[in-house]
């Protein structure tokens, strides 16, 4: 019941059936089940040599995506196909992006989602850190993320359509010892996601974030006092409320959601896919 006035009230019950008939009409024209995510889509994906950006670029592509795959490690040319265009360089560089952009036009003929996924960690209390060792974080999580992002909006502008997926952490809202610098960029990375949010939706383009919880990656193995870094996130896993870490495809399912017209209505937001980790704190 709405309410009009006080003590006055309208029954929308006996419209239903009025609203039932919109709403299966509605539904037949815009079938959900059509709706193919991605296919026929062009993605960049960052950071898609291994991993979380490995997992998003397989996915895009088996759900029909075309994917600039740029990752600083030369691994990634091995993913090189009809669909997947390699580029092996550092995101952080000037011309980058700039090169990731014009091979998806060059190959693919345009541009429509952007994923700002390559990262990197280090595991420094803030006194022992040094000046390169933060901009070498802020240099490939932000700037990386802000280059590509400006780049992409280039292209689709001119569109009025696109979406750009970035994958911050729940490291963008909590703090953890030794790793300021990273907590700091993925801070930063989620602010990034809301302002460009505000500035792309204007031509059409979605921005949005998935806030990561522990994933089963390489990513600590520099870092991880043995070198095994895998096993060090399944052991901080474990203290999520769901019991473990999760597997790179578990992220890449949100960011496809995020990256397709599924996620139609959203705008700046940083999704939680953490196992359950950011409710707990306190617990
Ligand atoms: N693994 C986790 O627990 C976790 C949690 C939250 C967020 N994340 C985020 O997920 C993203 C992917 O990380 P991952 O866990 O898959 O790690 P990963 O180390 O497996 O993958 C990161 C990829 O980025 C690439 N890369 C690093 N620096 C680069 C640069 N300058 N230019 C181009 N490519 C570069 C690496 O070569 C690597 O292939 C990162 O942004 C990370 O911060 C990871």
């Given at each position: 019941m709405a309410r009009l006035k006080p003590g006055r009230y309208i029954c929308f019950h006996a419209f239903e059936p009025i609203f039932r008939w919109l709403g299966e009409s509605t539904f037949k024209e815009t079938n959900m089940q059509?709706?193919?995510e991605v296919e026929g889509k062009v993605a960049i994906v960052t950071?898609?040599?291994?991993?979380?950006?490995?997992?998003?670029?397989?996915?895009l592509v088996a759900c029909g995506a075309y994917v600039v795959a740029e990752d600083i490690d030369p691994a990634v040319e091995a993913l090189a196909g009809p669909r997947v265009a390699p580029l092996v360089a550092d995101i952080s560089a000037d011309g980058s992006a700039e090169k990731a952009v014009a091979l998806a036009v060059d190959r693919f003929s345009r541009l429509d989602l952007l994923v700002n996924n390559a990262g990197i960690i280090i595991n420094k209390c803030v006194v022992d850190m040094s000046r390169d060792d933060w901009e070498r974080i802020m240099n490939v999580n932000v700037t990386g993320a802000f280059l590509h992002s400006r780049e992409a909006m280039k292209a689709m502008i001119p569109q009025r359509s696109g979406a750009i997926v970035n994958v911050a952490s729940y490291a963008s809202y909590f703090a953890f010892r030794t790793i300021a610098a990273y907590t700091a960029s993925k801070g930063a990375l989620a602010q990034l996601t809301r302002t460009l949010a505000l500035e792309a939706i204007e031509y059409g383009i979605r921005v949005n974030a998935v806030g990561s919880g522990d994933v089963l990656t390489n990513i600590l193995n520099k870092v991880a006092p043995d070198g095994n870094g895998v096993a060090a996130l399944a052991t901080h896993g474990e203290g999520a409320p769901i019991g473990r870490a999760a597997n790179p495809e578990e992220i890449a399912e949100v960011v496809l959601f995020l990256a397709s017209e599924r996620a139609s209505f959203m705008v700046g937001s940083v999704v939680m896919a953490d196992g359950g980790m950011s409710v707990r704190v306190g617990a």
């Amino acid at each position: 019941m709405a309410r009009l006035k006080p003590g006055r009230y309208i029954c929308f019950h006996a419209f239903e059936p009025i609203f039932r008939w919109l709403g299966e009409s509605t539904f037949k024209e815009t079938n959900m089940q059509d709706i193919n995510e991605v296919e026929g889509k062009v993605a960049i994906v960052t950071g898609a040599a291994s991993g979380i950006g490995r997992a998003i670029t397989d996915l895009l592509v088996a759900c029909g995506a075309y994917v600039v795959a740029e990752d600083i490690d030369p691994a990634v040319e091995a993913l090189a196909g009809p669909r997947v265009a390699p580029l092996v360089a550092d995101i952080s560089a000037d011309g980058s992006a700039e090169k990731a952009v014009a091979l998806a036009v060059d190959r693919f003929s345009r541009l429509d989602l952007l994923v700002n996924n390559a990262g990197i960690i280090i595991n420094k209390c803030v006194v022992d850190m040094s000046r390169d060792d933060w901009e070498r974080i802020m240099n490939v999580n932000v700037t990386g993320a802000f280059l590509h992002s400006r780049e992409a909006m280039k292209a689709m502008i001119p569109q009025r359509s696109g979406a750009i997926v970035n994958v911050a952490s729940y490291a963008s809202y909590f703090a953890f010892r030794t790793i300021a610098a990273y907590t700091a960029s993925k801070g930063a990375l989620a602010q990034l996601t809301r302002t460009l949010a505000l500035e792309a939706i204007e031509y059409g383009i979605r921005v949005n974030a998935v806030g990561s919880g522990d994933v089963l990656t390489n990513i600590l193995n520099k870092v991880a006092p043995d070198g095994n870094g895998v096993a060090a996130l399944a052991t901080h896993g474990e203290g999520a409320p769901i019991g473990r870490a999760a597997n790179p495809e578990e992220i890449a399912e949100v960011v496809l959601f995020l990256a397709s017209e599924r996620a139609s209505f959203m705008v700046g937001s940083v999704v939680m896919a953490d196992g359950g980790m950011s409710v707990r704190v306190g617990a």
